[in-house]
Nanobody
Framework: QVQLVESGGGLVQAGGSLRLSCAASGGTFSRVHMGWFRQSPGKERELVATIFSELRKIYADSVKGRFTISRDNSNNMAYLQMDTLKPDDTAVYYC???????????????WGQGTQVTVSS
């Protein structure tokens, strides 16, 4: 059973930066792909960044050039560095683990609390 815990959210002014962390346990971390999702009120959950086990990265157009996803396999951690933040980035952010083609939390609908990011204008 995979366990994921996010941290690092907060309140920041537009143009500022935050770094989110995701602590993972319960699996062979280096073999899974990791992703960051976000959801704001009234909107569907959005996948914003993915880092594959081979370190290839994919970003949503809305965050490309501003967000950077990374991972530390030795400590079972994933990160999302968010720069040049905009009010539209305000959301609850979640990490998830992808095993093969299946996102774990998506398939089990077990999202937890995530970490709130609020960007003021």
């Amino acid at each position: 059973q995979v366990q994921l815990v996010e941290s690092g959210g907060g309140l920041v002014q537009a143009g500022g930066s935050l770094r989110l962390s995701c602590a993972a346990s319960g699996g062979t971390f280096s073999r899974v792909h990791m992703g960051w999702f976000r959801q704001s009120p009234g909107k569907e959950r959005e996948l914003v960044a993915t880092i594959f086990s081979e370190l290839r990265k994919i970003y949503a157009d809305s965050v490309k050039g501003r967000f950077t996803i990374s991972r530390d396999n030795s400590n079972n951690m994933a990160y999302l560095q968010m720069d040049t933040l905009k009010p539209d980035d305000t959301a609850v952010y979640y990490c998830d683990a992808r095993i093969g083609s299946v996102w774990y939390r998506t398939s089990t609908d077990s999202w937890g609390q995530g970490t709130q990011v609020t960007v003021s204008s």
